[in-house]
Nanobody, 111 residues
């Protein structure tokens, strides 16, 4: 079964850091095209960061300089390092690969 499993969410204070992980099924051959999205209460899901099909990275303006997307191809795992967190970063974070979504992991940033 092809799936994505996120982990690493939690409660953190403003200015703190968290690292999210997304483990992909072994059947997934490439982590290109994978990314992180988030959905805050009452808002639409939005792109946070992603690898393009060519492997370049894209970031939402709101997280540039604070978040870093990375990957470990051998482990088939995608990461999102989040630093200098703000209350407005509070959301459910989802791992994505084309039409496939993970179950989401909640990040809560307290003020």
């Amino acid at each position: 079964q092809v799936q994505l499993v996120e982990s690493g969410g939690g409660l953190v204070q403003t200015g703190g850091s968290l690292r999210l992980s997304c483990a992909a099924s072994a059947i997934i051959s490439s982590l290109n095209g994978m990314g992180w999205y988030r959905q805050a209460p009452g808002k639409q899901r939005e792109l946070v960061a992603r690898f393009s099909l060519t492997g370049s990275t894209n970031y939402a303006d709101s997280v540039k300089g604070r978040f870093t997307i990375s990957r470990d191809n051998a482990k088939k795992t995608l990461y999102l390092q989040m630093n200098s967190l703000k209350p407005e970063d509070t959301a459910v974070y989802y791992c994505n690969r084309f039409a496939l979504w993970g179950q989401g992991t909640l990040v809560t940033v307290s003020s």
